[in-house]
């Protein structure tokens, strides 16, 4: 049975989420969609219904468990068999460190001049770690690292990308490239994802974003790591959270942890997990979400290429153009 | 220790896709004693559970080979058509509809629904079991399961009916 408007979800989208497959972003459009749509909040109960019957179904019964006759035909026939064929690695087994008391040694000398020939040999192998800025929070603030399948920054369309790991200069705006699914920036222990074509900039209290959506995990080391955006700015106090740009509003989601949100007439501290979106005219309003279901996954999302303005339901829904 | 722990899952998974009692006994001994024999070609950086799930497979597959049949992925499009259930006024309980959709699949795709939903296991430790990509596995049994769930809410179960009872 499908849905018979064209912009409500799919059934590979409720498996999704009963399977805990969908990323954070994706689960909570989900569950709001759920709230506003009749049609598939009965599709999402039907599926409920029928994985907890599949669950108790198929899971093993009583009459599986092994009876003592099945413990022993096993460890009888291994032991008439005998012991199992040494593989290629058996000698391992044998092996003792005691019989060579100098290897240990011997291993950490070498070791030990490796590195030194390393680190001597390939000059700045050692990423650059900037002096953190005295006003900053996150130390250092201006470092960033990609991973090296994620996408080159680029500053400036003209201008060449820049490599995929170093320092960026404050207050000047970087884009993502379009052909890159996701990207993954991380400032020391901190982690910030940026989605497809997103732009920011950063500075000294965090960062500005101009467009597009961030999802923040961060560890608070003094002073609060602040986003901020056109239409207010999200403090925050040691947690976990997303912030996405729209002509409409700014959507900031809270998925653990403590945030403030500040407006031109407004200021909100946001301690459970939900939504609030800064609007043009400075105000700031609330969304309630439910809990998620068990076994729904709580770790960082990684955001899938978007166009910003998905998430207000101006443009189409993302979740169903991703089948 | 590890035939008590491991006997149930090992057993639920065999004897969902054969339906002779004994050969579903010997098959679930035939796969610890050669879990045994191949233990040093176990990684240990991988869960176990998986690893002696795909000796069970393999095993199923050789008796359907020797029977003449083949044990293999076969995609949704080809299975045929899955009409089922309760006839007009019968009303049958939700377990009841389950076993009668699965005995219905082919056996490699019963296989995916025992993995998934009675043993727990991820996509990618389903694609370890069953040598499949994890895009074909999660293709085929999102498609069955879609069909199942259709099916499912069209039918009054004996449990729905007696939820309605209790709502009046």
Redesign the interface.
């Given at each position: 049975?499908s849905s018979q408007k064209s912009n409500c979800l799919k059934?590979?989208d409720f498996?999704d989420y009963f399977?805990a497959k969908l990323s954070f972003p994706e689960r909570i459009r989900l569950e709001k969609h759920l709230k506003e749509c009749g049609c598939c909040a009965k599709e999402c109960k039907?599926?409920e219904?029928?994985?907890k019957?599949?669950?108790?179904?198929?899971?093993?019964?009583p009459a599986?468990?092994?009876k003592p006759s099945?413990?022993e035909?096993?460890?009888k026939?291994?032991s008439q068999?005998g012991p199992?064929?040494?593989?290629p690695?058996?000698f391992l087994q044998n092996f003792s460190f005691a019989n060579f008391r100098w290897a240990p040694v011997a291993g950490l000398m070498a070791a030990a001049w490796i590195l030194v020939l390393f680190f001597w040999l390939v000059p700045g192998r050692f990423l650059k770690i900037e002096p953190a800025h005295p006003e900053s929070t996150l130390l250092p603030l201006s470092y960033l690292l990609l991973p090296e399948s994620s996408a080159f920054l680029c500053p400036d369309r003209s201008k060449n990308p820049l490599p995929a790991s170093g320092a960026l200069e404050a207050d000047i705006p970087y884009q993502l490239p379009v052909r890159n699914q996701t990207a993954l920036v991380f400032l020391g222990e901190n982690r910030l994802e940026f989605s497809r074509q997103a732009q920011f900039k950063v500075n000294a209290f965090g960062v500005h974003l101009l467009s597009g959506k961030t999802y923040c995990s961060i560890k608070t080391q003094g002073k609060p790591f602040t986003v901020m955006t056109s239409f207010g700015s999200v403090t925050c106090l040691g947690t976990r959270f997303g912030v996405e740009v729209t002509p409409q509003g700014v959507l900031v989601t809270l998925d653990q942890g403590k945030i403030e949100l500040k407006t031109k007439m407004a200021v909100e501290t946001l301690t459970d997990r939900g939504e609030m979106t800064m609007t043009p005219d400075g105000k700031l309003k609330r969304t309630e979400t439910k809990p998620s279901p068990p076994g729904t996954m709580t770790a960082p999302p990684v955001l899938s290429g978007e166009t910003p303005a998905a998430e207000t339901g101006s443009g189409p829904d993302s979740l169903s153009n991703a089948y | 220790m590890i035939v008590e722990r491991y006997w149930p899952k090992v057993r639920s998974l065999i004897r969902r896709t054969l339906s002779n009692r004994e050969t579903v006994e010997d098959l679930c001994q035939e796969t610890f004693i050669k879990a045994f024999e191949k233990i040093d070609q176990f990684d240990t950086t991988r869960n176990f559970c998986p690893w002696l799930l795909k000796i069970g497979v393999n095993l199923v597959g050789e008796h359907f080979r020797r029977s003449g049949n083949k044990l293999q992925l076969v995609s949704w499009e080809e299975t045929t058509d899955i009409s089922i259930l309760a006839g007009p006024g019968e009303r049958v309980s939700d377990r009841m509809l389950i076993d009668e959709y699965l005995e219905k699949l082919p056996v490699f795709l019963r296989i995916l629904f025992v993995l998934k939903h009675g043993l727990m296991l991820s996509y990618e430790e389903m694609a370890q079991v069953l040598d499949e990509p994890v895009g074909s596995i999660k293709g085929n049994l999102n498609r069955a399961r879609a069909c199942l769930k259709s099916h499912f809410a069209e039918v009054t179960t004996l449990e729905k009916a007696d939820q309605g009872m209790k709502t009046k």
């Open positions: 049975m059934d590979p498996q399977d039907a599926y219904a029928l994985f019957v599949l669950g108790d179904s198929l899971s093993p019964i599986d468990a092994p099945h413990t035909g096993v460890m026939r291994i068999g199992p064929a040494p593989g690695w058996s | -």
